[in-house]
T-cell receptor, first 113, second 109 residues
C-alpha cells in the first residue's frame, strides 16, 4: 500500500475562495482523522470518521469548514470561504482502530492570501 | 474535554547530552502514543504504551507510562543530530487521539 495519500501537497488561494483538500486512507483502515497544524496551536484534531461516519467534529473551527467521507477510500475537507487565518498544514491520518497507530499523509500546506 | 499538555516546548541540547519530554493528560488514558515529526515532514509513529507503569525501550529512547495512566515521558540518551525534530505524545481515550503541542528538539554538533 502506498500509505495515506493527500492532494494537493501545496495550495495557494485568495481569501474568499473555496478550498478542497483530499485524502485517500490506507485500504482496510476504519478510522480517518483530519488534523490541522500551526505554530501557534500545534496539531489540532478537526474531525474523525469511523466506517465513513463522522463521529466527532467538535474540533472543526467554524461552519466554513466541512468534511465528508462518501466511501471507504476517499475523504474531503472543504473550506468555504477561506480566510488568511486558515493558512496551515492539514494532515489526514488513518488507523485500523483507536488502539493502533495512526498513519499520516504528507500533508497539504494551505496558504490563503 | 480531554487535554494533553507537553513540556518543554523547545529544547536545544549539545550532541551527546540527554533529552526528556513530558506529557500530562487531564483525564485517565486508555493508551498513549509517541510520534516524531522531522522538519518539513509528517508525524511518524514511534511506540504505544498501554499498561500502567509500563516502560519500553527503543535503542537510545526510553518511554514510560505513569502509574495513574495520566502522564508519560520520552527520554533520549546521548542525543545525535539525527534525533532533531518535534516529538509528540498522543493520548487515547478509546475513541480518538488527542495530541500534545509537541517538543521541538534541536541538537548542536
Amino acid at each position: 500500500d502506498a500509505g495515506v495519500i493527500q492532494s494537493p501537497r501545496h495550495e495557494v488561494t485568495e481569501m474568499g475562495q473555496e478550498v478542497t483538500l483530499r485524502c485517500k486512507p490506507i485500504s482496510g483502515h476504519d478510522y480517518l482523522f483530519w488534523y490541522r497544524q500551526t505554530m501557534m496551536r500545534g496539531l489540532e484534531l478537526l474531525i474523525y470518521f469511523n466506517n465513513n461516519v463522522p463521529i466527532d467534529d467538535s474540533g472543526m473551527p467554524e461552519d466554513r469548514f466541512s468534511a465528508k467521507m462518501p466511501n471507504a477510500s476517499f475523504s474531503t475537507l472543504k473550506i468555504q470561504p477561506s480566510e488568511p487565518r486558515d493558512s496551515a498544514v492539514y494532515f489526514c491520518a488513518s488507523s485500523p482502530g483507536t488502539a493502533y497507530e495512526a498513519f499520516f499523509g504528507q500533508g497539504t500546506r494551505l496558504t490563503v492570501v | 474535554g480531554q487535554q494533553v499538555m507537553q513540556i518543554p516546548q523547545y529544547q536545544h541540547v549539545q550532541e551527546g547530552e540527554d533529552f526528556t519530554t513530558y506529557c500530562n493528560s487531564s483525564t485517565t488514558l486508555s493508551n498513549i502514543q509517541w510520534y516524531k515529526q522531522r522538519p518539513g515532514g509528517h508525524p511518524v509513529f514511534l511506540i504505544q504504551l498501554v499498561k500502567s507503569g509500563e516502560v519500553k525501550k527503543q535503542k537510545r529512547l526510553t518511554f514510560q507510562f505513569g502509574e495513574a495512566k495520566k502522564n508519560s515521558s520520552l527520554h533520549i540518551t546521548a542525543t545525535q543530530t539525527t534525533d532533531v525534530g518535534t516529538y509528540f505524545c498522543a493520548g487515547g481515550d478509546g475513541n480518538k487521539l488527542v495530541f500534545g503541542a509537541g517538543t521541538i528538539l534541536r541538537v548542536k554538533s
